[in-house]
């Protein structure tokens, strides 16, 4: 699969999760507190892969554009992390807050997968159809290595 599938399937799931929480009612507290684990777990491990790996490679190409998208994603990215430790120190009981935060989180990583898909892909397509499919291969091995790694805790 070439990177840029894989991230906007990444992007597409993790919306998805988002748009769950925001339909889920607010008294269903333990379900709001898995999703919002979840969508933390999900977010933390894609922005790794990008900055790792999808980043660089981008930034590789050299060009004006490529350097700006990709300093760009960075600032949004820690926009994203602040959220997401906030979440994570949060308990179940913390509503409305939570809503809150999560309704602000989702307005930030739809802006930020909708700019990435328009703007950073098109940069990447530069490198061509091989480059995409090898650097999708390395996304998806250090994303299953992450994952892995969360669900037994040492993430």
Do not use: W
């Amino acid at each position: 699969m070439k990177a840029t599938d894989l991230l906007k399937k990444d992007h597409d799931a993790v919306k998805g999760l988002l748009s769950e929480f925001e339909d889920s009612s607010d008294r269903s507290h333990q379900k709001r507190s898995a999703l919002a684990r979840q969508i933390c777990t999900e977010l933390k491990v894609h922005a790794a892969i990008e900055e790792e790996i999808f980043y660089p490679a981008v930034k590789a190409l050299r060009s004006k554009d490529a350097k700006f998208e990709v300093e760009e994603a960075l600032q949004e990215h820690k926009q994203i992390k602040a959220a997401v430790a906030e979440i994570t120190k949060m308990e179940p009981a913390d509503e409305p807050a939570l809503g809150a935060i999560m309704k602000v989180l989702k307005e930030d990583v739809e802006h930020h997968a909708d700019e990435e898909e328009k703007e950073m892909f098109k940069e990447a397509r530069k490198m061509g159809d091989s480059s995409l499919e090898e650097l999708g291969q390395k996304l998806q091995s250090r994303k299953e290595q992450l994952k892995a790694a969360a669900s037994t805790g040492k993430a």
